[in-house]
């Protein structure tokens, strides 16, 4: 029964993260209006409300325009309350369930608006450091795996390993390969998941992002030089340290 909560609290604080995706980078309150289209800015009902369900029921389209829904707001639909399941059953009702669930969620959020603007503030990234200081605080009370100087160290690879890459790609094919938030996310990320860790997440992150592009640029989706966002590649990469490795 607690499992079955814990999938319903994962609904509805996905559905909550993509309101929050839209509205926080265009200085819209969380309050007030009440949900509406972004297209035809009508007022959405109840029924258009259910996560996953209303997509479905849909067709993913809006009912009033016929306008097409993200898509990738289904996925975040789909994957937090999948991702609050696992992690309670790989730690059960805990302080680190609570503190990891925070930090997929941070992460999913900080995805939409990398996807959906190509831009994620200093406030936003600050968010996954409050997980990273959770981690270590925890950690300092042996409520981790590993003491606090492990996930210190992580947060240094991270550093090292992001800025090594972002030189290289620099100096070689003279232009900037990733956005700066992606820079300040990535150390905050060691902090959370350790030496090792950051290095599962980044290899997990490169590895889908390889993946994807080379099959939607084989289709001709995309253009061969269109720039990605990084960070859902990072939340993917977070998400299989924490459930696989941590």
Avoid: N
Avoid at 78 to 93: D, K, S, T
Avoid at 128 to 151: D, E, I, N
Avoid at 197 to 214: D, N, Q, S
Wanted: aromatic share 12%.
């Amino acid at each position: 029964m607690t499992a079955l909560y814990i999938i319903l609290a994962g609904l509805c604080i996905a559905s909550f993260i993509g309101s929050l995706a839209y509205r926080v980078p265009r200085g819209i309150s969380i309050v007030k209006p009440p949900s509406f289209c972004p297209s035809c800015e009508t007022r959405l009902g109840p029924a258009d409300l259910v996560p996953v369900a209303s997509f479905v029921a849909l067709l993913g389209r809006c009912r009033h325009c016929g306008v097409r829904i993200p898509f990738q707001y289904l996925v975040v639909e789909l994957c937090v309350p999948a991702v609050f399941f696992f992690l309670y059953r790989r730690f059960g009702i805990s302080l680190l369930f609570l503190t990891y669930s925070y930090l997929c969620c941070v992460m999913f959020y900080l995805s939409l608006v990398d996807i959906d603007t190509a831009h994620v503030g200093i406030w936003d990234i600050g968010a996954v450091y409050l997980a990273a200081a959770a981690v270590v605080c925890l950690s300092a009370f042996g409520k981790t795996p590993h003491r606090s100087g492990w996930y210190l160290f992580g947060a240094l690879a991270g550093a090292a390993l992001v800025g090594v890459s972002y030189a290289v790609v620099f100096f070689v094919k003279k232009r900037i390969p990733m956005g700066g938030g992606d820079l300040l996310v990535v150390p905050a990320l060691g902090l959370c998941t350790g030496l090792r860790g950051i290095v599962h997440v980044l290899i997990a992150g490169a590895a889908l992002g390889t993946l994807l592009g080379v099959v939607l640029i084989t289709v001709r989706a995309v253009k061969a030089d269109r720039k990605f966002p990084m960070l859902p590649y990072l939340a993917f990469g977070i998400v299989i340290e924490l459930l696989l490795f941590s």
